[in-house]
Nanobody, 124 residues
Framework: QVQLVESGGGLVQAGDSLRLSCAAS????????MGWFRQAPGKEREFVAA????????YYTDSVKGRFTVSRDNAKNTVYLQMNSLKPEDTAVYYC?????????????????WGQGTQVTVSS
């Protein structure tokens, strides 16, 4: 089992930055690829970013490329999502998730474990 706890969400203005953290406990964190997803009210959950187990490879959805950065610290069992130049359309509940394999990371079924989510609200 892997337990994931997100933190760092909040209410910000357009153009501001936030850094989300996802702390993991349980099985070996470094053996999992990690992903970030988000779900806005009335919308499907969507992929945001992912990082492979070593941190060497990262993946982003087009709408956040150049603004968001995913990273991980395996010594701290933590994955981060640095979000810059936030827009109102980034408003959503953000979830981190852990995947046992380093492919298909843009798809929710690839992930075995999920956090409870953290709310990000961007005002215009």
């Amino acid at each position: 089992q892997v337990q994931l706890v997100e933190s760092g969400g909040g209410l910000v203005q357009a153009g501001d930055s936030l850094r989300l953290s996802c702390a993991a406990s349980g099985r070996t964190f470094s053996s999992y690829a990690m992903g970030w997803f988000r779900q806005a009210p009335g919308k499907e959950r969507e992929f945001v970013a992912a990082i492979n187990w070593s941190g060497r490879y990262t993946y982003y959805t087009d709408s956040v490329k150049g603004r968001f950065t995913v990273s991980r610290d395996n010594a701290k069992n933590t994955v981060y999502l640095q979000m810059n130049s936030l827009k109102p359309e980034d408003t959503a509940v953000y979830y981190c998730a852990a995947a046992p394999k380093n492919y298909g990371l843009e798809y929710s079924p690839s992930y075995d474990y999920w956090g409870q989510g953290t709310q990000v609200t961007v005002s215009s």
